[in-house]
């Protein structure tokens, strides 16, 4: 199975990258959005990027928006290039197929966000270092790695259960926007609340211990990853498929 796995990981990556580079605006756009966050961000806020609560939570969502960027093609794409019914007829288990989208999906978002956490320390670093080595504190630095594969396993989970019943990559896209913005619904909020009640909200979060807050939000999107991934092997229907092809 691993072997099997493996292959339909390697197909994804293949069609990502080389096949379909204009998936996420391509290389160029990669690019952009690795500079952004690794060089001009860092540079912007200097040493405290690496100290700051507020980078860590920059950090976790970056998986959610790179896997969005390219999850809704996993089985909407193979649809509209009818390839799906050639895939669905292989050898391949549902479980092999479902999983190595899957994980196909989380490895791009994830990956990429250690690669722009990398380059924000190195230009950190070296615009800031003087000779010594700059680093995350051990919390937020565990955090950080912990919450953005737990991000990006959820959004490549729910990204691909939309996939799998759209007819159409756009049509999975506008589906993942509009749960894309569900999900900062508290923050579009907050700025409205009177003034008592969001100094309330934010003596609340101040009087938790971080720790305890970052393990708190790791096991309920532990749970949750867990559900969806399970509602995806629910929902994965072959014969389905094949006949919506």
Known sequence: MISDLSTIVWKEFKEIFVQRPNLRGGWLGLLIFLFVFGVFLPLQSG???LESPASLFIWAWVPFIMVNSIVADSFAGEKE????ETLLASRLSD?????????????????????????ALVTINLAYGE???????????????????????????????????ASTVRQAQQTL???????????????????????AIVEAFSRLNMTMLLVILGAFLLVLDIALIGLAIVRFDRRRLIMST
């Open 131 to 165: 000779g010594h080595l700059l680093l995350f504190p051990a919390n937020i630095g565990i955090a950080i790695v912990v919450l953005s594969f737990l991000v990006a396993l959820l959004a490549a989970g729910l990204g691909v259960i939309i996939s799998l019943r």
């Open 95 to 119: 479980r092999t197929i479902l999983f190595g989208k899957l994980a196909a999906a989380m490895a791009y978002g994830w990956g990429i966000t250690l690669v722009g956490i990398l380059l």
């Open 47 to 49: 040493p405290v990027w």
């Open 177 to 199: 926007s509009v749960a894309f913005l569900l999900l900062f619904i508290p923050l579009f909020i907050f700025p409205i609340l009177p003034g008592d009640t969001q100094r």
């Open 81 to 84: 290039r009818h390839t799906l």
